[in-house]
């Protein structure tokens, strides 16, 4: 029974742009994608004065790979190269199936979009620097927060707000139509919005989850059966009462 778990589990590969962000973003990459399968191939990326400072220590400690890259000229990136045809070349082999690449680098973006191309899962760990054409080119962003990081005044003032974002009820008013009964699960609703916006997350809005946000719609009214929350126009629920 372990062996047949095992096989159907997703393979992972971690693939670290080390020369375009920080070492402390490492551990919560592997946090990120440990919710999708088994991590098989680690690798950072970087140039030897990257390598040999200050990421030497979190590769090492984390059983990275170090692709070491020499720049031929001033100016050339070559690492970004090794890690788009190391990715390719992983694909092909059937090593994994779900690429996490660890960047903020919008070049990747094409990378990202021909993985997917192949039917490839691709997440990218990413800071708040991250430029929407990376994000949008991915099946799901997440953004690391440094540790020593704190919210802004105006940011506070959000969260507190707890803001109700117009394509929430866009949403449902669109997965509804498709469903019989007229109402759609809270996960799928999860999946709709994060493939919609990769960087979609209720905690971005001041909600500590899908659920919360969704009960400050007036307009959207939820139910529990059968194990799963479910969700629905206000409107439509009344009309199907009505029948």
């Known amino acids: 029974?372990?062996?047949?778990?095992?096989?159907?589990?997703?393979?992972?590969?971690?693939?670290?742009?080390?020369?375009?962000?920080?070492?402390?973003?490492?551990?919560y990459a592997l946090r990120v994608v440990a919710q999708f399968g088994r991590v098989v191939v680690r690798r950072g990326y970087g140039n030897h004065?990257?390598?040999?400072?200050?990421?030497?220590?979190?590769?090492?400690?984390?059983?990275?790979?170090?692709?070491?890259?020499?720049?031929?000229?001033?100016?050339?990136?070559?690492?970004?190269?090794?890690?788009?045809?190391?990715?390719?070349?992983?694909?092909?082999?059937?090593r994994v199936d779900t690429f996490c690449l660890v960047t903020s680098d919008s070049d990747f973006a094409y990378l990202c979009r021909k993985l997917r191309e192949r039917s490839a899962m691709v997440y990218i760990v990413g800071e708040e620097k991250t430029p929407d054409a990376l994000r949008n080119a991915t099946d799901q962003f997440?953004?690391?927060?440094?540790?020593?990081?704190?919210?802004?005044?105006?940011?506070?003032?959000?969260?507190?707000?707890?803001?109700?974002?117009?394509?929430?009820?866009?949403?449902?008013?669109?997965?509804?139509?498709?469903?019989?009964?007229?109402?759609?699960?809270?996960?799928?609703?999860?999946?709709?919005?994060r493939r919609s916006d990769p960087g979609f997350t209720p905690k971005k809005f001041g909600h500590?989850?899908?659920?919360?946000?969704?009960?400050?719609f007036p307009d959207l009214t939820t139910k529990y059966e059968g194990g799963t929350h479910w969700v629905t126009l206000r409107e439509t629920n009344e009309n199907n009462n009505d029948k």
């Open 1 to 27: 029974m372990t062996s047949e778990i095992n096989s159907q589990e997703k393979r992972v590969a971690v693939l670290v742009d080390c020369d375009n962000t920080t070492p402390e973003i490492l551990e």
């Open 49 to 94: 004065s990257t390598l040999a400072n200050k990421w030497q220590d979190a590769l090492v400690r984390l059983a990275f790979t170090p692709c070491l890259q020499y720049q031929y000229a001033s100016g050339k990136n070559t690492a970004d190269i090794a890690l788009a045809l190391d990715a390719v070349e992983i694909l092909f082999d059937e």
């Open 142 to 193: 997440f953004e690391f927060q440094p540790p020593e990081a704190t919210p802004s005044k105006d940011q506070s003032k959000q969260v507190a707000k707890k803001q109700k974002p117009k394509m929430l009820k866009s949403a449902v008013a669109l997965l509804v139509t498709d469903s019989p009964e007229g109402w759609v699960g809270l996960g799928a609703l999860g999946n709709y919005l």
């Open 208 to 216: 500590s989850g899908l659920l919360e946000m969704v009960k400050t």
